[in-house]
């Protein structure tokens, strides 16, 4: 909700104020192209699910803690961590 207000305002603001005083229109036009693309993928991303680590139903939890060091295994959840979790 924030960003979108924010988004709004910078972009009213650059009607109404900077555009009629300065007559930058490449500026208009360049903080017009990203305030899209940051747009873009801010719905791109609250509309993608977050990933999750899913248990591989081939292997057994035993089967891994013979196969997999201790640290690469989380316990809770019973999966093979991967490098940045």
Known sequence: M???FLFIFIWINQIVV???ILDVWYFMLST???????ALSF??????KPGYLQQDPK?????????????NVCAECKVIKTPRT
């Open 43 to 48: 719905g791109y991303m609250t509309c993608n």
């Open 18 to 20: 900077i555009e009629p």
């Open 59 to 71: 292997l057994s939890w035993i089967d891994i803690l013979r196969k997999v060091p201790s640290k």
């Open 32 to 38: 017009t192209m990203c305030m899209a693309k940051l």
């Open 2 to 4: 924030l960003f979108l």
